[in-house]
Protein backbone atom coordinates (compact mmCIF):
# COMPACT_ATOMS: atom_id res chain seq x y z
CA UNK A 1 0.00 0.00 0.00
CA UNK A 2 2.68 2.45 0.77
CA UNK A 3 6.47 2.16 -0.65
CA UNK A 4 8.81 4.59 0.39
CA UNK A 5 12.78 4.62 -0.73
CA UNK A 6 15.53 6.74 0.33
CA UNK A 7 13.46 9.48 1.31
CA UNK A 8 15.43 12.82 2.09
CA UNK A 9 14.62 16.06 2.50
CA UNK A 10 16.52 19.17 3.29
CA UNK A 11 15.70 22.71 4.69
CA UNK A 12 19.24 24.66 3.97
CA UNK A 13 22.07 23.09 5.40
CA UNK A 14 20.22 21.05 7.76
CA UNK A 15 19.16 17.35 7.03
CA UNK A 16 15.57 16.56 8.14
CA UNK A 17 15.06 13.44 6.39
CA UNK A 18 18.42 11.04 5.77
CA UNK A 19 17.73 8.03 3.36
CA UNK A 20 14.81 6.59 5.02
CA UNK A 21 12.55 3.15 3.22
CA UNK A 22 10.17 1.14 4.57
CA UNK A 23 7.31 0.00 2.97
CA UNK A 24 3.48 -0.68 4.46
CA UNK A 25 0.96 -3.62 3.62
CA UNK A 26 -2.69 -3.39 2.72
CA UNK A 27 -4.65 -3.39 5.44
CA UNK A 28 -1.98 -2.80 8.11
CA UNK A 29 -1.44 -0.81 10.78
CA UNK A 30 2.09 0.79 11.57
CA UNK A 31 3.31 3.05 13.71
CA UNK A 32 5.88 5.46 13.33
CA UNK A 33 8.00 6.43 16.57
CA UNK A 34 10.05 9.09 17.47
CA UNK A 35 11.25 11.94 19.66
CA UNK A 36 10.79 15.49 18.99
CA UNK A 37 12.26 17.08 16.01
CA UNK A 38 13.38 13.58 14.86
CA UNK A 39 11.60 14.06 11.35
CA UNK A 40 8.38 12.27 11.69
CA UNK A 41 5.72 15.00 10.36
CA UNK A 42 8.67 16.02 7.61
CA UNK A 43 7.93 12.29 6.70
CA UNK A 44 4.23 12.26 6.59
CA UNK A 45 4.02 15.71 5.20
CA UNK A 46 5.87 14.31 1.95
CA UNK A 47 4.21 11.46 1.74
CA UNK A 48 0.61 13.15 1.98
CA UNK A 49 2.04 15.59 -0.74
CA UNK A 50 2.19 18.57 1.12
CA UNK A 51 5.59 19.48 0.06
CA UNK A 52 8.53 17.40 -2.19
CA UNK A 53 11.59 15.57 -0.54
CA UNK A 54 14.85 16.67 -1.75
CA UNK A 55 15.08 13.39 -3.25
CA UNK A 56 13.73 9.31 -3.00
CA UNK A 57 10.18 7.79 -4.23
CA UNK A 58 6.54 7.69 -2.30
CA UNK A 59 4.26 5.01 -3.76
CA UNK A 60 0.77 4.69 -2.68
CA UNK A 61 -1.44 1.65 -3.84
CA UNK A 62 0.76 2.15 -7.31
CA UNK A 63 0.89 6.12 -7.28
CA UNK A 64 3.59 8.21 -7.75
CA UNK A 65 3.16 10.70 -5.00
CA UNK A 66 5.73 13.09 -6.15
CA UNK A 67 4.16 13.17 -9.75
CA UNK A 68 0.44 12.92 -9.26
CA UNK A 69 0.06 14.13 -5.14
CA UNK A 70 -3.53 15.39 -6.61
CA UNK A 71 -4.36 11.48 -7.38
CA UNK A 72 -2.93 9.89 -4.47
CA UNK A 73 -4.68 12.49 -2.11
CA UNK A 74 -7.91 11.09 -2.82
CA UNK A 75 -7.07 7.90 -1.29
CA UNK A 76 -5.21 9.52 1.89
CA UNK A 77 -7.27 10.18 5.17
CA UNK A 78 -5.34 12.59 7.67
CA UNK A 79 -5.69 13.53 11.19
CA UNK A 80 -3.67 16.19 11.93
CA UNK A 81 -2.72 16.79 15.35
CA UNK A 82 -4.46 20.13 15.77
CA UNK A 83 -7.91 20.12 15.32
CA UNK A 84 -9.43 21.62 12.35
CA UNK A 85 -13.17 22.08 13.23
CA UNK A 86 -15.43 25.32 12.71
CA UNK A 87 -16.58 25.66 16.24
CA UNK A 88 -19.35 27.67 15.87
CA UNK A 89 -20.54 24.73 13.44
CA UNK A 90 -21.77 21.95 14.77
CA UNK A 91 -20.34 18.26 14.51
CA UNK A 92 -22.96 17.43 11.05
CA UNK A 93 -22.14 20.52 10.03
CA UNK A 94 -18.28 20.30 9.94
CA UNK A 95 -18.71 16.63 8.44
CA UNK A 96 -20.60 18.03 5.63
CA UNK A 97 -18.22 20.73 5.07
CA UNK A 98 -15.34 18.84 4.63
CA UNK A 99 -17.09 15.94 2.70
CA UNK A 100 -18.17 18.86 0.10
CA UNK A 101 -14.00 19.11 -0.21
CA UNK A 102 -14.59 15.41 -1.19
CA UNK A 103 -16.74 15.79 -3.74
CA UNK A 104 -19.49 14.12 -1.71
CA UNK A 105 -23.01 15.67 -2.48
CA UNK A 106 -26.58 14.64 -1.99
CA UNK A 107 -27.80 11.29 -0.76
CA UNK A 108 -23.92 9.95 -0.88
CA UNK A 109 -22.85 12.88 1.90
CA UNK A 110 -25.67 12.29 3.94
CA UNK A 111 -25.34 8.56 3.83
CA UNK A 112 -21.23 9.39 4.90
CA UNK A 113 -21.87 11.65 7.77
CA UNK A 114 -24.69 9.38 9.47
CA UNK A 115 -22.30 6.55 8.98
CA UNK A 116 -19.29 8.92 10.58
CA UNK A 117 -21.35 10.08 13.13
CA UNK A 118 -22.36 6.31 14.31
CA UNK A 119 -18.46 5.63 14.08
CA UNK A 120 -17.31 8.29 16.14
CA UNK A 121 -20.02 7.70 18.70
CA UNK A 122 -21.88 11.10 18.16
CA UNK A 123 -25.07 10.60 16.62
CA UNK A 124 -26.78 12.08 19.57
CA UNK A 125 -24.76 15.06 19.51
CA UNK A 126 -24.95 15.77 15.59
CA UNK A 127 -26.71 19.02 16.01
CA UNK A 128 -24.79 20.72 18.61
CA UNK A 129 -22.11 23.05 18.16
CA UNK A 130 -18.23 21.82 18.26
CA UNK A 131 -17.90 24.51 21.13
CA UNK A 132 -20.24 23.07 23.45
CA UNK A 133 -17.61 19.63 23.10
CA UNK A 134 -14.90 18.51 25.36
CA UNK A 135 -11.84 18.00 23.53
CA UNK A 136 -11.83 14.33 23.24
CA UNK A 137 -14.79 14.90 21.44
CA UNK A 138 -13.35 17.52 19.67
CA UNK A 139 -11.16 14.94 18.30
CA UNK A 140 -13.59 12.52 17.39
CA UNK A 141 -15.00 15.02 14.73
CA UNK A 142 -11.47 15.36 13.64
CA UNK A 143 -11.17 11.67 12.92
CA UNK A 144 -14.77 11.76 11.58
CA UNK A 145 -13.67 13.96 8.70
CA UNK A 146 -10.59 12.13 7.90
CA UNK A 147 -12.98 9.53 7.00
CA UNK A 148 -16.00 10.44 5.06
CA UNK A 149 -14.49 9.15 1.84
CA UNK A 150 -13.77 6.27 2.90
CA UNK A 151 -9.60 6.60 2.25
CA UNK A 152 -7.60 3.28 1.34
CA UNK A 153 -4.62 4.95 3.95
CA UNK A 154 -5.53 7.29 6.94
CA UNK A 155 -2.83 8.76 8.85
CA UNK A 156 -3.18 9.78 12.23
CA UNK A 157 -0.77 12.18 13.95
CA UNK A 158 -0.94 12.17 17.73
CA UNK A 159 -4.47 11.61 18.10
CA UNK A 160 -5.17 11.70 21.84
CA UNK A 161 -3.00 14.29 23.07
CA UNK A 162 -4.61 16.04 25.64
CA UNK A 163 -8.02 14.35 25.60
CA UNK A 164 -10.14 12.76 28.99
CA UNK A 165 -9.48 8.83 29.26
CA UNK A 166 -13.34 7.66 27.90
CA UNK A 167 -12.69 9.36 24.77
CA UNK A 168 -9.19 8.53 24.06
CA UNK A 169 -10.53 4.75 24.74
CA UNK A 170 -13.34 5.43 22.16
CA UNK A 171 -10.50 6.58 19.82
CA UNK A 172 -7.95 3.54 20.24
CA UNK A 173 -11.23 1.49 19.72
CA UNK A 174 -12.52 3.20 16.31
CA UNK A 175 -8.54 2.69 15.02
CA UNK A 176 -8.89 -0.71 15.95
CA UNK A 177 -12.09 -1.27 14.05
CA UNK A 178 -11.17 0.81 10.93
CA UNK A 179 -7.88 -1.44 10.88
CA UNK A 180 -10.57 -4.70 11.24
CA UNK A 181 -12.06 -3.48 8.32
CA UNK A 182 -9.29 -3.13 6.72
CA UNK A 183 -8.04 0.25 5.97
CA UNK A 184 -4.42 0.98 6.38
CA UNK A 185 -3.39 3.02 9.50
CA UNK A 186 -0.26 4.86 10.26
CA UNK A 187 0.42 6.20 13.86
CA UNK A 188 1.94 8.85 15.71
CA UNK A 189 1.90 8.70 19.49
CA UNK A 190 3.87 9.43 22.47
CA UNK A 191 2.02 7.04 24.02
CA UNK A 192 3.84 3.62 23.85
CA UNK A 193 0.33 1.47 25.18
CA UNK A 194 -1.50 3.20 22.48
CA UNK A 195 1.19 1.88 20.06
CA UNK A 196 1.50 -1.63 21.37
CA UNK A 197 -1.93 -2.06 21.33
CA UNK A 198 -2.81 -0.75 17.78
CA UNK A 199 -0.15 -1.48 15.60
CA UNK A 200 1.26 -4.48 14.15
CA UNK A 201 4.90 -3.28 12.87
CA UNK A 202 6.97 -0.02 14.33
CA UNK A 203 9.32 1.90 12.43
CA UNK A 204 11.41 4.25 15.01
CA UNK A 205 12.98 7.31 13.94
CA UNK A 206 15.80 9.10 15.63
CA UNK A 207 17.63 11.92 14.15
CA UNK A 208 16.24 11.65 10.52
CA UNK A 209 16.84 8.28 10.47
CA UNK A 210 15.16 4.91 10.00
CA UNK A 211 16.99 3.17 13.32
CA UNK A 212 14.98 -0.01 13.59
CA UNK A 213 11.46 -1.14 12.15
CA UNK A 214 9.76 -4.45 12.85
CA UNK A 215 7.27 -6.09 14.83
CA UNK A 216 7.09 -5.25 18.88
CA UNK A 217 8.15 -9.14 18.76
CA UNK A 218 11.12 -8.16 16.54
CA UNK A 219 12.46 -5.05 18.23
CA UNK A 220 12.22 -6.23 21.86
CA UNK A 221 14.85 -9.11 20.36
CA UNK A 222 16.87 -6.20 20.03
CA UNK A 223 17.48 -6.31 23.56
CA UNK A 224 16.74 -10.05 24.16
CA UNK A 225 14.45 -10.89 27.61
CA UNK A 226 16.22 -8.14 29.36
CA UNK A 227 14.69 -5.84 32.42
CA UNK A 228 15.37 -2.44 32.37
CA UNK A 229 16.62 -1.12 36.09
CA UNK A 230 16.11 2.23 36.95
CA UNK A 231 17.46 4.21 40.30
CA UNK A 232 16.33 7.74 40.65
CA UNK A 233 19.41 9.67 41.73
CA UNK A 234 19.34 12.34 44.43
CA UNK A 235 19.22 15.46 42.23
CA UNK A 236 21.65 17.43 44.78
CA UNK A 237 24.35 15.03 44.05
CA UNK A 238 26.13 13.74 40.37
CA UNK A 239 27.27 10.71 39.11
CA UNK A 240 29.99 10.01 36.25
CA UNK A 241 28.06 7.35 34.12
CA UNK A 242 31.65 6.04 32.57
CA UNK A 243 32.86 5.31 35.72
CA UNK A 244 29.94 3.09 37.36
CA UNK A 245 30.22 -0.39 36.59
CA UNK A 246 33.06 0.36 34.44
CA UNK A 247 34.35 -2.99 33.31
CA UNK A 248 31.17 -4.73 35.14
CA UNK A 249 28.61 -3.83 32.81
CA UNK A 250 28.50 -2.74 28.93
CA UNK A 251 28.83 0.65 28.80
CA UNK A 252 25.88 0.56 25.88
CA UNK A 253 23.77 -1.05 28.35
CA UNK A 254 23.99 1.94 31.09
CA UNK A 255 22.42 5.37 30.54
CA UNK A 256 21.81 8.35 32.52
CA UNK A 257 18.77 10.93 31.58
CA UNK A 258 18.39 13.86 34.25
CA UNK A 259 18.39 12.64 37.47
CA UNK A 260 17.81 8.54 36.53
CA UNK A 261 20.50 5.83 35.89
CA UNK A 262 19.06 2.90 33.68
CA UNK A 263 20.94 -0.27 33.40
CA UNK A 264 19.55 -3.15 30.77
CA UNK A 265 20.47 -6.61 32.37
CA UNK A 266 18.86 -10.50 31.66
CA UNK A 267 19.01 -10.71 35.37
CA UNK A 268 18.39 -7.24 37.24
CA UNK A 269 17.73 -8.86 40.93
CA UNK A 270 21.24 -10.73 40.36
CA UNK A 271 22.89 -7.49 40.16
CA UNK A 272 20.71 -4.65 41.76
CA UNK A 273 22.76 -4.44 45.00
CA UNK A 274 26.12 -4.24 43.32
CA UNK A 275 24.59 -1.97 41.34
CA UNK A 276 23.71 0.25 43.83
CA UNK A 277 26.51 0.02 45.69
CA UNK A 278 28.33 1.41 42.84
CA UNK A 279 26.42 3.96 42.68
CA UNK A 280 26.55 5.02 45.85
CA UNK A 281 29.97 4.38 46.83
CA UNK A 282 30.40 7.24 44.19
CA UNK A 283 28.92 9.46 46.39
CA UNK A 284 25.17 9.72 45.05
CA UNK A 285 22.35 8.34 46.90
CA UNK A 286 19.72 6.52 45.37
CA UNK A 287 16.51 7.32 46.11
CA UNK A 288 14.14 5.11 44.09
CA UNK A 289 14.50 1.83 42.66
CA UNK A 290 12.48 0.65 39.95
CA UNK A 291 12.89 -2.88 37.76
CA UNK A 292 10.32 -2.40 34.44
CA UNK A 293 10.13 -5.62 32.62
CA UNK A 294 10.80 -5.69 28.76
CA UNK A 295 8.52 -3.28 26.54
CA UNK A 296 8.70 -1.15 23.62
CA UNK A 297 9.36 2.12 26.00
CA UNK A 298 12.53 -0.09 27.01
CA UNK A 299 13.46 -0.48 23.04
CA UNK A 300 13.14 2.66 22.44
CA UNK A 301 15.27 3.53 25.75
CA UNK A 302 17.95 1.54 24.05
CA UNK A 303 17.87 2.20 20.38
CA UNK A 304 17.74 6.11 21.15
CA UNK A 305 19.62 7.20 24.52
CA UNK A 306 16.23 8.90 25.19
CA UNK A 307 12.90 8.63 26.24
CA UNK A 308 9.54 9.35 23.64
CA UNK A 309 8.69 12.73 25.01
CA UNK A 310 12.21 14.30 24.78
Not at 45 to 62: D, R
Not at 245 to 270: S, Y
Amino acid sequence: MLSVQELKKSFGKFDAVKGVSFSIEKGESFSLLGPNGAGKSTIINMITGLFPPSSGEIQINGIDVIKNAKQAQKIIGVVPQEIALYETLSAKENLKFWGRMYDLSGKELEKSVDGVLEIIGLTDRAKDKVSTFSGGMKRRVNIGAAILHQPEVLIMDEPTVGIDPQSRNHILETVKRLNNEGMTIIYTSHYMEEVEYLCERIGIIDHGELIACGTLKELRETIGDRSRIVLTLDRGTSVDILNVGKGKFPEKDIQLQDNKLMLFHKEPQLILSDLIQLVTNSGTRVTSVEIIEPNLESVFLHLTGRSLRD
